[in-house]
């Protein structure tokens, strides 16, 4: 697992699996423990791509950190200390970097060089991985006035509008967030089959997927929402 994007996707089916585990009790006790020694495994890996201030980096330092890395990584360190052993003082440190760092005034965060789609997809991302570390609450809070504000006026594609909805209702938001996910409702494409997916472009994605790909990650961010 070379870089940090490769870490943290190696590691996340280990979470999903252990909040499975712990929701699931016929669940193979053995495929819990190895999920669980690949989450210890992921936790550990992490460390080495975080600045001492906390932000994380593609490779590590010394490569400049990057925001929505720093997301990210806040974001799944979070996840994983409900399973295995994450030092606190880890959590502070990126949730303080991610603030001091990238936010703005207005509490939009900046984007970096890793992520596209614009500032509500950066500021959904980080909004979201703050709320889930219980760090910053006030930078969370101005994140979320702002993406509340900013979606709600304009138009946005509906990477970004399922994006806003999860932070939103993640923190509690419950009116604006249920109102992005009715207008995730009525974008939607339906098929004959039943099914239905959402139009989505390289440009609007924080990673830049494209075509069948891109399509999978915004359905699944809407089914999230």
Known sequence: H??????????????????????????????????????????????????????????????????WLTAVGLAELSQLAAFVDVERD??????????????????????????????????????????????????????????????ARGEHAPYAVALAARALLSAGRTTPGRALVERLRTSAVRHDDGTASWPVSAADTTTGTSHEAAEVEVTALAAQA
Request: with cysteine; charged share 25%; aromatic share 6%.
């Open 2 to 67: 070379g870089c940090f994007e490769q870490t943290t996707a190696a590691t996340y089916p280990s979470v999903l699996v252990l909040e499975l585990a712990g929701q699931d009790p016929e669940l193979a006790p053995e495929l819990a423990e190895h999920a669980r020694a690949c989450a210890v495994e992921g936790a550990a890996r992490l460390r080495r791509f975080q600045h001492d201030d906390g932000a994380f980096a593609l490779h590590g330092p010394p490569m400049e950190p990057d925001p």
């Open 90 to 151: 880890r959590l502070r440190r990126a949730a303080a970097a991610l603030v001091r760092r990238w936010q703005e005034p207005s509490g939009a965060f900046r984007l970096g060089d890793r992520a596209r789609g614009g500032a509500v997809t950066v500021t959904a991302y980080a909004a979201s991985a703050l709320v889930a570390s219980g760090e910053q609450p006030e930078a969370a809070r101005r994140a979320l006035d702002w993406l509340e504000a900013e979606v």
